[in-house]
């Protein structure tokens, strides 16, 4: 074991400024000498860092503040430094020392768990101008269209000027080409003003391929003992792996004003120590939640319908893929992929609904091994439920979005169940208005790994139904992220603005009516008639009753229902044939008469 293992809490890395100067930290597990690099325009020089014990070299310099620009040198060699806080060069360049001197001026909105309606948002994508900049213009239409918070797709700077930001190499550096750190605080202070949480995707499970120096600095970030889809783990029994990635947490949070994360693959975080890191990271983030007295919230991305990530790491919600699955079974009948793993069968969907996730220890059909646990100790808003999101459009061959294949009517019909039910909803970018632009995996990466990232993404389809090599779009050409970019102009579109007034109107409905607006599993009921899904809410004696019909003909259910819909009146209806009874691939709402 090294010395640096029975460091109990690591000192913070990186630069900080200070009032004496900007004191610059660095660890190495290998280096007996070490130096900063100060840079100025092409020009270097070099400024030796003491020794301050396990692995730790360090120096304060009166002369150097914010806006120096600066490399770690480690044995004779120059590096980024992983802690940066500001990389306008990219994550080779050197390092800009930052210190933040934004005053906000709106407080963070209350809000609690049960009132979030998610919106996920890729900045880059999100406007033509990808900035943070031209989406904060957009913060108006999110808040009148019932949004309650935004997850940002990752931020963690990443090689290249285009890519979805799940390669991430520098946890406390926002990514450069969105804008710089302030006009990042600007727009979340500018969403506070709208009433809208900012949540942000990190990535702790994984760092990117591209960019990433912390080997450069000690290997012991890494362990080969535990191996991910990317490579070997980060290490968080590691103090300082495990300081860096409380620290970054720390820093997003307090630093920019986020509200909270969404955690990426949390099942691909490996930790043997006494307090998981996830359980750290929920901790850290819920308390600085109650020292600035409004709450904070942490999402798990998790395929193992695993409840102890809520009931014992202490996760406000999870993820669920099987609700996404089984929808899109229902609707489509794809078997691609996982989707095998799913049957187009409504009374599926009817108990996923009912027991909150599908797979609760059954043999998972694509290895054969028992997945999922009981869900009964978790609440409704631990569901976090979706028709679409970044990974369920941009992981399909062409990005192509649900209605491609479902069509505009079961569209409509799959987001009527999503915001009916009492689970926490995430809607993906232009979903509101069913934007035809796709979303397709880009990225930006150079030389021989772009190349293998072109040739993976194709291979990747080849044995996919219906899918050519011919139509995967290249991740790497520019063309691939101008073709995901929202077209701002079709909300004002015939389709278009009647989906927006749609989805308005369910979100209203949300938070207007009494039922909907109680989330609550216990008064919740799930059921099936042939094609036709019957879902039931309640509070007290009121009810509502939410009829989607999978099939391809109008059905009559009044004699297949469970009770009488005598006396009922209709609250909304999703399609517009004008036809009596359920409109195939429709939603009917009800109020039911008081029980």
């Avoid at 990190?202 to 960019?211: A, I």
């Avoid at 009516?513 to 799930?526: F, I």
């Avoid at 259910?557 to 409109?583: C, I, K, Q, W």
């Amino acid at each position: 074991m090294s010395d640096s293992a029975v460091i109990e809490r690591p000192p913070s890395l990186g630069a900080v400024p200070g009032p004496e100067g900007t004191t610059f930290r660095m660890w190495s597990t290998h280096a007996r000498e070490a130096a900063l690099m100060v840079y100025d325009g092409d020009r270097a020089s070099r400024r030796p860092l003491q020794a301050a014990g396990q692995g730790v070299f360090e120096g304060t310099f009166a002369d150097l503040g914010p806006g120096t620009r600066y490399k770690f040198e480690v044995s004779g060699q120059a590096f980024p430094d992983p802690y940066a806080r500001w990389l306008p060069e990219g994550v080779h360049g050197p390092a800009v020392v930052w210190a933040s001197s934004y005053v906000p001026r709106h407080a963070p909105p209350q809000r609690q768990r049960h009132e979030l309606v998610i919106y996920e948002l890729h900045v880059g994508t999100f406007t033509p101008e990808g900035t943070y900049r031209a989406a904060a213009k957009r913060l108006g239409h999110l808040r009148d269209l019932g949004i309650t918070a935004i997850e940002l797709l990752p931020l963690s700077a990443f090689p290249g000027q285009r890519g979805w930001g799940y390669d991430g190499v520098a946890h406390f550096a926002p990514f450069a080409p969105y804008g710089p750190p302030e006009d990042l605080q600007a727009f979340i202070d500018e969403a506070h003003g709208h009433g809208l949480l900012v949540l942000l995707d990190m990535v702790y499970n994984h760092f990117g391929p591209d960019g990433n120096y912390l080997g450069a600095y000690s290997p012991q970030y890494f362990t080969p003992a535990h191996q991910t889809p990317w490579g070997s783990a980060p290490d968080y029994t590691q103090p300082f792996m495990r300081q860096l990635a409380v620290d970054s947490a720390e820093h997003w949070l307090r630093t920019y004003g986020f509200d909270g994360f969404r955690l990426d693959a949390t099942h691909e975080i490996v930790d043997t120590s006494e307090q998981h890191i996830l359980s750290e990271l929920t901790g850290r983030t819920h308390a600085w939640g109650q020292e600035r007295g409004a709450a904070t919230f942490v999402f798990c991305e998790d395929d193992r319908n695993f409840p102890p990530l809520v009931q014992d790491t202490g996760a406000d919600g999870i993820w669920t893929d099987d609700f996404h699955h089984q929808v899109r079974v229902v609707l489509t009948g794809e078997q691609d992929g996982y989707y095998a793993a799913y049957r187009p069968d409504v009374a599926d969907l009817a108990r996923c609904i009912e027991r909150g996730w599908l797979y609760e220890g059954q043999p998972w059909p694509l290895s054969g091994k028992p997945r999922g646990l009981a869900s009964d100790g978790l609440d409704a808003p631990a569901f976090v439920y979706c028709i679409q999101n970044h990974d369920q459009i941009g992981n399909r061959a062409t990005g192509d979005r649900l209605q491609e294949t479902a069509g505009e009517e079961g569209f409509l019909a799959a987001s009527a169940l999503l915001l009916f039910l009492p689970m926490t909803p995430l809607l993906f970018q232009g979903q509101e208005w069913m934007a035809s632009t796709p979303f397709q995996f880009f990225s930006d990466f150079s030389g021989d790994l772009g190349r293998q990232v072109t040739e993976g993404r194709l291979a990747e389809f080849a044995g996919f139904e219906g899918f050519g090599a011919h139509t995967v779009p290249d991740p790497q050409a520019p063309s691939t992220f101008r073709h995901s970019t929202l077209d701002w102009a079709e909300p004002r579109n015939d389709v278009h603005a009647r989906v927006l007034e749609v989805y308005r109107k369910l979100l209203r409905l949300r938070r207007e009516d009494p039922v909907l607006g109680h989330a609550s599993r216990g008064e919740l009921q799930a059921g099936s008639a042939g094609p036709v899904l019957w879902v039931e809410r309640r509070l007290g004696r009121q009810r509502r009753l939410l009829l989607v019909n999978f099939g391809q003909e109008t059905a009559g259910v009044r004699d297949s229902l469970p009770y009488s819909l005598e006396g009922a009146h209709e609250l909304l209806n999703t399609s517009a044939s004008g036809d009596s009874g359920v409109p195939a691939f429709s939603a009917v709402l009800y109020v039911l008469p008081d029980a």
